[in-house]
């Protein structure tokens, strides 16, 4: 069953509340533990469930390709190597036979280990010592029990019912063998693995995609009969051999690996979670600012606009010039229409907006902070170019002259005198006022003779007589040569 984020509604959910009875992603949880599998609610704090990759997983029918490319790999290849081709270097013996024999149970185990490992989220192989070392041999010896009742069984229903009841108990065999040898890769217990209940439960759970499995799994074993009949049918047992082994061993794998995906595929359904584990990264402590982008985004969605205003102020507490915390800020004043709190924080949200080279928002940000303080002025020299300066860039002019108006009474002595009134120049110019644009030029060149901009206003000034737009000494490159 799919679930989708409350506050993504397009991207798979990870975890879930049963209290708030509602789902969050990742981005929603950034600090909860997903190795685990602990995460409390950000709304009631209670601990919530983690969904896996359930929500997210591709059937297991999309996988064909990837399920027959799976023995393929140099782990599994090399198990099913040592497997098939060992035994025909050894004498036919009593050694021989009981190598062959630990061989056999060395494979079982590792394809037994691959349901496991796939269900556990992992879409490579297991490694090859997984067949030859560790536990795990425990449940080949339960399914050898497994398939001693299921024949006790077999003989059973024969002697009580005739041949009509052994059909209908062979029938039933068949059909709960996958999931039997799924319950016992999964537990290692014998019980579950054989109870009526347990195995009706586990195909009733995962649906008809279950039956699905199976018919691929039959079709495959077909397949599997009939490489193995043209091998010893055209080849001689020397080759015909080890090739039916290889091909019985792959098959197998295949077998396995298909199941563990198919309770990986219906994991919720079954009662775990387990999400994929093939591409995971070193864990690291969990950003704390990620967890407060979250809080402020679902607050925001959930229109608790003093809660997240609350929030982010907090960010900027600690980081008072974070680009984003500061984004944050002024789109949500803006969108409440909050032009008071926008006057207390302009002088930073300012200096945001002209590092975004955000000339119409400046523009915007400035009527507002008139109709809060009509005749209002910045106090800070060098924000005020800064400003001027995107806005002129991006033809606010008038905004520009209104901006660094009587500039050099307000801050006479100031270094940023001289680059304010070229501003205003340039936007008179831009303006067709090209009277006004030579004064405050001829301003600059008697009363900022220190400044490095009063070498080229000669060159400014030619430009105002010609009417020609004010964009100084052009630019020189390479070098003088003599």
């Known amino acids: 069953m799919k679930h989708y984020c409350h506050y993504h509604p397009n991207t798979a959910a990870k975890w879930h509340c049963n209290h708030c009875q509602q789902e969050f992603c990742l981005a929603c949880m950034p600090d909860a533990d997903t190795h685990r599998r602990h995460g409390t609610c950000p709304h009631c704090s209670q601990t919530m469930r983690y969904l896996g990759a359930a929500t997210q997983v591709e059937p297991f029918w999309n996988r064909i390709p990837a399920f027959f490319r799976y023995p393929f790999h140099s782990d599994p290849l090399m198990v099913v190597g040592i497997c098939t081709f060992v035994p025909l270097l050894l004498d036919r013996n009593l050694i021989g036979f009981a190598v062959w024999l630990l061989l056999l149970l060395a494979l079982l185990k ?182 407060l982008d979250a809080d402020i985004d679902m607050n925001l969605k959930d229109g608790n606009y003093e809660r997240a205003l609350s929030l982010i102020k907090s960010g900027l507490k600690s980081h008072p010039s974070h680009p984003l915390r500061l984004g944050q800020l002024y789109r949500l004043l803006v969108a409440t229409n909050d032009n008071g709190e926008l006057y207390r924080a302009h002088p930073r949200l300012l200096q945001w907006l002209a590092d975004q080279r955000d000339a119409e928002g400046l523009a915007d940000f400035l009527q507002r902070l008139e109709k809060v303080d009509p005749g209002f002025r910045l106090d800070d020299p060098a924000l005020a170019v800064a400003c001027a300066r995107v806005l002129n860039h991006y033809g606010q002019h008038r905004e520009v002259l209104r901006l660094l108006q009587d500039f050099h009474k307000r801050f006479p002595d100031n270094d940023e005198l001289a680059p304010a009134y070229l501003l205003v120049a340039q936007s008179l110019a831009q303006l067709g006022q090209w009277e006004k644009a030579s004064a405050f030029l001829n301003f600059i060149q008697k009363r900022c003779t220190g400044h490095a901009l009063h070498a080229s206003i000669d060159t400014y000034l030619e430009q105002a007589r010609n009417q020609q737009p004010l964009r100084g000494p052009a630019a020189r490159f390479g070098t003088d040569q003599a």
């Open 110 to 291: 590792y394809t037994y280990t691959v349901i496991r490992h796939t269900a556990d989220g992992h879409m490579t192989p297991p490694p090859l010592a997984a067949a030859f070392t560790g536990s795990g041999l425990i449940v080949v010896l339960l399914q050898v029990l497994v398939l001693i009742l299921i024949g006790g069984l077999l003989y059973s229903a024969g002697m009580v019912g005739g041949w009509v009841l052994w059909l209908v108990a062979l029938a039933f065999v068949v059909l709960v063998m996958p999931a039997s040898i799924m319950i016992l890769g999964m537990e290692q217990s014998l019980g579950p693995a054989v109870n009526p209940a347990h195995l009706i439960s586990l195909i009733s759970r995962i649906g008809w995609p279950y039956f699905v499995l199976y018919g691929h799994l039959v079709l495959m074993m077909l397949a599997g009969v009939a490489v193995q009949e043209f091998a010893f049918k055209h080849f001689s047992p020397v080759v015909a051999q080890p090739l039916s082994g290889f091909i019985f061993s792959a098959f197998m794998l295949i077998f396995f690996h298909m199941m563990g995906y198919l309770l990986f595929q219906y994991q919720e359904e079954l009662g775990f979670a387990s999400d994929l584990q093939d591409d995971e990264t070193v864990r690291r402590e969990p950003d704390r600012s990620l967890r």
